[in-house]
């Protein structure tokens, strides 16, 4: 629907309610470990487990249950995730020399990290994927996954596929707030990681919150978003797509076009009725500047740019989760295999946060070799400041250095 500019607006996640509730599965988690797993998989899910830990003969099995076509889109998908992030990954270590100094920074990669992939009635190999390759490019030692199991106890043979691809070293039936739990702070049989991430529902994402006190999350994750800015130059038919792909997500997903052309607005208006998501979709007529300050305000998780020179545009951005420019970048082909991650900062947190990367996974310690000549040089400063700060015994480490 075409509104005014003011109506261009998320629904904002309101996490405190569900964060007490969460609470509570997360103290039984901690106390009770895995029989608090398998009661709450029945509560929720309505599902007896036989077994927690997902098998090798599963993952086996599951690769006969794969066709090839299926098979070769998945490798197809983490050959580009896996060149695109060992491209665009971090010098390991850094090293400059300050005439009497030679400062560094060495990244290290994290050694358990706990991936929460959903599922349940649905199967999402495409995030093992996403998280599974950049953490083995980082150089984890130890990667787990948790992800809901279907009606039958069992992970979908698909996502146990995406999995092994990924090279994820153990696969965990338990899904929700549970999983969260078990992941941060350790089962009979499910490891205590070091980070979580990935996507999952408000109740997963309310979780993640909660530990991050004690072990660090990705980022916190809403509904899906899109972002549109477009003009006459753009495919109508292509912008409705896209849109509607982010609003099958979830029904509190967000979607909206921002176009100075009323004609155009009209046109993408008339293609997202066809595709039945006219009511939910939000047209509004601004120009492309305003629209480029609303768009950095709203800080969209995907940003789809259509218009006329707007690949010129890019250092307008400031804050989005991942950009898409020109007709044919469909948003989907950064959810599943352009190369990019589509494990992406939502409700506003890409003024903040970034999407996963390599870097998630690392770490970084500093270091600094200093000769005589070089502590000669910032000797005085270093004495003045600290006795400033009236911290005596660091300033004489350093005169009695001096005076040697």
């Given at each position: 629907m075409i509104v005014e500019v003011y109506e261009i607006s998320r629904t904002k996640l309101n996490f405190e309610k569900h964060i007490e509730k969460v609470i509570e599965i997360i103290e039984e988690v901690k106390k009770r470990g895995d029989e608090a797993l398998i009661e709450f998989t029945k509560k929720f899910d309505g599902i007896e487990l036989e077994s927690i830990k997902v098998e090798d003969y599963e993952i086996d099995d599951a690769y006969d249950e794969i066709d090839d076509e299926t098979l070769d889109a998945l490798e197809a998908a983490k050959e580009n995730i896996e060149k695109f992030h060992m491209i665009a990954s971090v010098d390991r270590e850094i090293k400059v020399d300050f005439d009497g100094m030679i400062l560094g920074k060495v990244y290290v990669p994290l050694n358990c990290v706990g991936i929460y992939i959903p599922g349940g009635k649905a199967s999402y190999p495409s995030t093992?994927?996403?998280?599974?390759?950049?953490?083995?490019l980082a150089g984890v030692k130890k990667i787990v996954a948790c992800t809901p199991p279907n009606q039958d106890g069992k992970v979908n043979s698909l996502t146990l596929v995406a999995c092994d691809i990924a090279g994820i070293d153990e696969i965990y039936a338990v899904g929700g707030a549970q999983a969260i739990a078990a992941m941060a702070y350790g089962t009979e049989t499910i490891p205590k990681v070091d980070k979580i991430v990935g996507p999952g529902n408000v109740y997963v994402t309310a979780a993640k919150i909660a530990v991050q006190k004690d072990v660090p999350i990705d980022m916190p994750a809403g509904p899906s978003e899109i972002l549109v800015i477009a003009d006459e130059t753009a495919n109508p038919r292509f912008v409705a797509l896209d849109c509607a792909a982010q609003l099958e997500h979830d029904p509190l997903a967000f979607a909206a076009v921002l176009t100075p052309s009323k004609s155009f607005a009209e046109k993408v208006e008339r293609e997202a009725a066809k595709l039945g998501c006219s009511d939910r979709l939000k047209i509004a007529i601004v120009s492309l500047d305003e629209a480029m300050d609303l768009a950095n305000e709203i800080a969209p998780e995907h940003l789809s740019l259509v218009f006329d020179g707007c690949e010129?545009?890019?250092?307008?951005?400031?804050?989005?989760?991942?950009?898409?420019?020109?007709?044919?970048?469909?948003?989907?082909?950064?959810?599943?295999?352009?190369?990019?991650?589509?494990?992406?900062?939502?409700?506003?947190?890409?003024?903040?946060?970034?999407?996963?990367?390599?870097?998630?996974?690392?770490?970084?310690?500093?270091?600094?070799?200093?000769?005589?000549?070089?502590?000669?040089?910032?000797?005085?400063?270093i004495i003045k400041l600290a006795k400033e700060e009236g911290l005596m015994m660091h300033a004489k480490s350093i005169e009695e250095r001096l005076a040697d």
């Amino acid at each position: 629907m075409i509104v005014e500019v003011y109506e261009i607006s998320r629904t904002k996640l309101n996490f405190e309610k569900h964060i007490e509730k969460v609470i509570e599965i997360i103290e039984e988690v901690k106390k009770r470990g895995d029989e608090a797993l398998i009661e709450f998989t029945k509560k929720f899910d309505g599902i007896e487990l036989e077994s927690i830990k997902v098998e090798d003969y599963e993952i086996d099995d599951a690769y006969d249950e794969i066709d090839d076509e299926t098979l070769d889109a998945l490798e197809a998908a983490k050959e580009n995730i896996e060149k695109f992030h060992m491209i665009a990954s971090v010098d390991r270590e850094i090293k400059v020399d300050f005439d009497g100094m030679i400062l560094g920074k060495v990244y290290v990669p994290l050694n358990c990290v706990g991936i929460y992939i959903p599922g349940g009635k649905a199967s999402y190999p495409s995030t093992a994927l996403m998280a599974g390759i950049p953490a083995n490019l980082a150089g984890v030692k130890k990667i787990v996954a948790c992800t809901p199991p279907n009606q039958d106890g069992k992970v979908n043979s698909l996502t146990l596929v995406a999995c092994d691809i990924a090279g994820i070293d153990e696969i965990y039936a338990v899904g929700g707030a549970q999983a969260i739990a078990a992941m941060a702070y350790g089962t009979e049989t499910i490891p205590k990681v070091d980070k979580i991430v990935g996507p999952g529902n408000v109740y997963v994402t309310a979780a993640k919150i909660a530990v991050q006190k004690d072990v660090p999350i990705d980022m916190p994750a809403g509904p899906s978003e899109i972002l549109v800015i477009a003009d006459e130059t753009a495919n109508p038919r292509f912008v409705a797509l896209d849109c509607a792909a982010q609003l099958e997500h979830d029904p509190l997903a967000f979607a909206a076009v921002l176009t100075p052309s009323k004609s155009f607005a009209e046109k993408v208006e008339r293609e997202a009725a066809k595709l039945g998501c006219s009511d939910r979709l939000k047209i509004a007529i601004v120009s492309l500047d305003e629209a480029m300050d609303l768009a950095n305000e709203i800080a969209p998780e995907h940003l789809s740019l259509v218009f006329d020179g707007c690949e010129d545009w890019i250092g307008k951005i400031r804050n989005a989760g991942s950009v898409f420019i020109g007709n044919y970048s469909a948003v989907a082909a950064g959810d599943y295999a352009s190369g990019t991650n589509h494990i992406l900062p939502t409700a506003g947190y890409a003024k903040v946060f970034s999407g996963l990367s390599v870097e998630t996974f690392l770490k970084h310690f500093t270091y600094q070799t200093v000769t005589k000549d070089g502590l000669k040089k910032i000797g005085n400063a270093i004495i003045k400041l600290a006795k400033e700060e009236g911290l005596m015994m660091h300033a004489k480490s350093i005169e009695e250095r001096l005076a040697d």
